[in-house]
């Protein structure tokens, strides 16, 4: 194809294969007019040779001192004609004039230190025969500011710009020589762009201009000084080396071209490539380093591909970019290198979805990758490297976007940014040796995924400020040097299922922060705390796993109302730390062992509930202690609290509520109360086997101690209080159950009833003992403690299960019948449980085998059922069990065959009575029952008894509900 100038242009791409540009024919007429404008330029006129014009001539320095001077007092059609000389001044152009030197190279213009050297703001300027030269690389020779204006024969050297049509139109531009600058175009109009006549008689660092308008193909002429597309299509610009000009190659209302194998250095205004109202162009394999501002600006332009460039050295002051993106989408950025650029990588500007995949950031002086006003983008697989002043991704006011499986390192600032942006997905990034790995401020709605934050100087993870429902969930939060996750005034945070080690402080740490959950995640090996809450309320912890971390693995301070529920809290300093106003939490269902010192520890903090936990093997299962204040109006209930040093102890805390734990094999005393804790119910527990003292009470009054099962403690209690404890509950409710004072061979009888002990028949309180017909025979403490009203038998919550297998049922309602939550206190002690489901024909029998991967099918126990349980340790084993007292009777469904089911009754009853509204034989016709004692089936016969905990076998004969009386 042939162009304007006669010249005929090759589509033959040196970049994608191996052909080269062919020689171009035309180059004979380029020189040819070359020749012709130097030999003009060489025809200088001398003072005395006045230009022809249509209006008068102003001489300038004969008439006027200075260029300015003279246009002031020209008309439009006038010439101000300049004489030799230099002229340190800024022009200002404002009138319809001819401005003309009378020598190129002796007519000099260097500007007072403006902005701009020379102005044209009116239309139809002339201005030609001038050397304009600003001395500084910050200010423009020539701008333009109006239209249809002639620019001729000038010299232009080393400004920022040497002509710079900015939103004009219709311009002239012909025979200037131009050295370290150029033109630049700027304007968001086709117009703008497509309506100058520019020709190859302009050079840039002696090489041609190439400005091409409203061309549909061709290939620009290879050793362009400076390449210009307006209003093309399908033109090449392929293998320049643009080196020193204001731009390098623009393209304005251009579309599908290709820019390929360019090198392009040291553009001193804007850009190497810019893109301005261009889209579908193809900007691949280029070199672009040293540039002033950009490397690449792109505005108002959409899907273009820019693949493969290596882009260095870009930019000196805030505000450059590598690459720059103005209202631009769609735009596909991938596998480029941008690296040393004085200040930031790519900055898009409300610049929704791009692609932005496989690219390399190095050593940027500022963030790698900004954002700001942009949405719906797609950064992925990224490297974001040594960023020495700023961050590896810095999002502002951005939704929407996509940060995926990105390695961002080393950076001096944060691996990603986000301020006031929502809804962003970041996924699977590698943020480490940074100063902060990811950090949110004022955002809400993100998802942190599977991201890795290892080494970081301060956090992994930072969330301040943000309001509500970010996720954080799936991470990887190792060895950074302040908190691995760090929340703080922000609210309904989701942290999930993270891996969170080997911080410098620690794991999780939230201030001021409400009503966050953290659930399921991993905490481990801390230097402080796994999990530290300052100043917050209403959070939720659940189901974490939290270990070995140098101090607590949960501490609390000045925070309220949150709720700690089934984590597992193991071999820290304390397990749980209450501390200094943590008031109205609940602590239910945790596993809390091996910890250092406290498995619970509470210091001045009230009516916190702690129900429900296993606590074992720490030096003190549950501690209330003294600290300025007392922990008050505590309830600990239900928890089974076993082989620590002390079980619970409290020292100076009063009205606590201690009611139904199990208190175990620990080493010293069951509940220990001393220095002055008074005031406190110990109600319904029971107390066994411990090592010193079930009960031990110094220096602690007013505490009601009843309906306690004490049970084979080496030393059963101690109270040197002098009577100022009461040990009972008064008649009818009764103290104690002593395990060494119910055989009547330890003075232990009830035959007798009544608050005298003198009424004939049993009331279930220890009487007659010493006393002959009747009275009262306490239990002895000590000379000065005494349990008036002593049990004959346990409140029993517990049942002993022998090695091998077990047939049982739940006396107590299951609220919660997950099987290893029922079993939970003798977790490690069973392998197998099993139920004969009458109503599955096809496959009855329901197994669960510890440890097994698959094929379980039996997740849920009630009370209604019979169970199997396989015990594996030696000797007997106690099963604490949990649940609601049964208030009614209950109905269990009878079918026709084995029905294998549970005795849900307060009562022991023989078989008439227990069947209740059951006939036999009519209706069922036999029952077995299973002895673990002798390890032998046992028939039921008429007057045999079912008992509370035990499972059965029913044959019934017809379809219908048993009703189990209580």
Known sequence: MQNKEGCVHTNNNPWRGDKRIKALKCFPVIISVLFIISITILIVPDRNLIPTSSG?????????????????????????????????????????????????????????????????????????????????TTITGLVIDSDFNTIATNNFSYNWVGIYLRYSSGNNITGNIMFGDGICI????????????????????????????????????????????????????????????????????????????????????????????????????????????????????????????????????????????????????????????????????????????????????????????????????????????????????????????????????????????????????????????IRLQYSSSNTIENNTCHRNGLQGILIEYSPVRNTVKNNTCHRNGGSNIYIRFSNETNIVGNNITHSGYYGIRIVESS??????????????????????????????????????????????????????????????????????????????????????????????????????????????????????????????????????????????????????????????????????GIIGNTVLSNGNYGFYLNNSTNNSIYHNNIINNTNQAYDNTNNANQWDDGYPSGGNYWSDFDESSEGAYDEYNGEGQNILGSDGIVDNGTIGGGGKNPYVIDSDSQDNYPLIEPNKNFMILKQGWNLISLPLIQKEQNLTKVLKSIDGLYDAVQWYDITDARDPWKHYKVGKPYGNDLFELNEKMGIWIHITQPGDTIFFYNGTRLTENQKIALHPGWNMVGYPSLNNRDRTSALNNIDFPSDVDAIWTYDSMTQRWEKMGPSDYFEVGRGYYIHSKVTKDWDVPL
């Not at 089934?566 to 062992?593: A, E, M, Q, V």
Request: charged share 15%; glycine share 10%.
């Open 186 to 437: 700027i304007g968001d109009q086709l117009e703008h762009w497509n309506t100058h006549n520019i020709d190859i008689s302009n050079t840039v660092n002696d090489k041609p201009v190439f400005y091409w308008k409203d061309q549909t193909e061709g290939v620009i002429p290879v050793d362009a000084g400076q390449v210009i597309l307006a209003n093309c299509t399908n033109v090449i610009v392929e293998a320049q080396a643009i080196t020193g000009v204001s731009v390098g190659i623009s393209l304005g209302f251009s579309s599908n071209n290709e820019i390929i194998g360019n090198v392009i250095s040291s553009c001193i205004f804007w850009y190497g490539i810019g893109l301005y109202h261009s889209n579908r162009n193809n900007i691949i394999g280029n070199f672009v380093d040293n540039g002033r501002n950009y490397g690449l600006y792109i505005q108002h332009s959409s899907g273009n591909n820019i693949l493969g460039n290596t882009l260095s050295s870009n930019g000196d002051s805030p505000g450059d970019y590598v690459i720059y993106l103005d209202y631009s989408e769609g735009n596909n950025i991938t596998t480029n290198t941008f690296s040393n650029s004085l200040y930031r990588g790519i900055g898009l500007y409300y610049s929704n979805g791009n692609t932005i995949i496989g690219n390399d950031f190095q050593n940027n002086q500022h963030d790698c990758l900004y954002l700001d006003f942009s949405s719906r983008n797609n950064i992925s697989v990224n490297t974001f490297s040594n960023a020495t002043a700023g961050d590896g991704i810095r999002l502002i006011n951005s939704h929407g976007n996509y940060i995926i499986d990105n390695t961002l390192t080393s950076n001096a600032g944060r691996g990603i940014w986000f301020e006031y942006s929502d809804r962003n997905y970041i996924k699977g990034n590698n943020a480490s040796r940074n100063f902060i790995g």
């Open 56 to 136: 008068a001539t102003i001489y300038v320095p004969n008439d006027y001192p200075t260029i300015q001077d003279a246009i002031n007092a020209a008309k439009d059609g006038d010439t101000v004609y300049v004489f030799n000389g230099i002229y340190n001044e800024d022009v200002v152009v404002n009138k319809t004039i001819n401005l003309t030197g009378e020598n190129r190279d002796s007519t000099k213009v260097t500007g007072s230190g403006g902005t701009n050297v020379v102005r044209i703001s009116a239309d139809y300027v002339n201005v030609s025969g001038f050397t304009i030269k600003s001395g500084s």
């Open 515 to 680: 009503g966050n959950n953290i659930i399921g995640n991993t905490i481990f090996s801390n230097a402080k705390h796994g999990i530290f809450i300052v100043g917050s309320y209403g959070n939720s912890l659940i189901r974490n796993n939290i270990s070995f971390n140098d101090e607590s693995g949960i501490k609390l301070e000045y925070s309220e109302r949150h709720t700690l529920r089934d984590n597992n809290i193991t071999n820290n300093k304390h397990g749980l730390y209450l501390y200094r106003l943590s008031h109205n939490n609940i602590i239910t269902g945790n596993t809390i062992s091996s910890n250092n010192n406290d498995g619970i520890l509470l210091e001045l903090s009230s009516n916190n509930k702690i129900t429900d936990n296993y606590i074992s093997d720490n030096l003190r299962g549950i501690n209330l202690s003294f600290f300025s204040f007392p922990s008050s109006n505590n309830v600990i209930s239900g928890n089974n609290i076993s082989n620590n040093t002390h079980g619970i102890r409290l020292s100076s805390a009063l009205n606590n509520a201690i009611m139904g734990n199990n208190i175990t094999l620990n080493n010293l005393d069951g509940i220990r109360l001393f220095f002055s804790s008074d005031w406190n």
